[in-house]
């Protein structure tokens, strides 16, 4: 019989009080007026917590940690940590699930990995880390080194719903397609790629209920929530992290997530 799991989700998409995407070399961060910047929720992880809900066999409950969303209108990063560092403990998760939106937050994402995989050894075999999203995909391999015990690449929703359904029944997440896996002393094997969702609007949407919403609306001043209309973008810009392959919702789904 598969067990229930506890699963934490982080989302490390941090902004400083300038409105900017954060490293380790930004302390401070404060409440940004919408003028300045808007903060968006991590969408990712509510996607794949529903496309798991949806589609997976294991049962389980969730807790999500916006980083950008911790109690208090003015914060600094030891205190973002203390807190991460509180549900690790607290909720004593047996998966954990972090992204990050930017390639500046990557210090930021390998200190949580540092705190979750410290957790996970203390709480001994069972405990699971994965890590995801668009800029981790292209570096899979420096966050298993950092921490994780696996790294989705590209889309996470049918890749992270066999995640645990693998590891809820004690199996091999070298089983998985489209991870990156450690092996231990360092190696970190690339299992099979997976194809992308062709149909964007067969996703399901994303798991609302696990997010703070009235805390995401203060933080915006009340002006502002995001949600995504579209996979992948139609340009080609050099510098960018994302595949090559556009796939709009309809307007009739997007309408559906407005309301």
Known sequence: MTRRLRVLLGGVNLLDSAGQYAGEDHAEFSMTPFSVSTRPLPLGLLYIAAAQREAGETPCEYLLYD??????????????????????????????????LTM?????????LADARAHANEAGPGTWIIAGGPSVSKEPDRFVRAGADCVAIGEGEWTFTEFIDCVAGGGSPEDVAGLAVSVGDGEVLHTPPRALTVEADTLPMPAWDLADIPGHLRRNRGVFA????????????????HVRGFRPHGPGRVVDEIE
Do not use: K, M, N
């Open 226 to 241: 995001s949600l995504f209309t579209h996979r992948d973008c139609p340009y080609q810009c050099i510098y960018c992290e």
């Open 104 to 112: 500046r937050q990557h210090p930021l994402l390998e200190r949580a």
């Open 67 to 100: 980083f950008d969303l911790p109690p208090g209108e003015v914060f600094t990063l030891d205190r973002v940590f203390e807190t991460w560092r509180a549900h690790l403990r607290d909720f004593a998760p047996d998966v954990v699930a972090l992204s990050c």
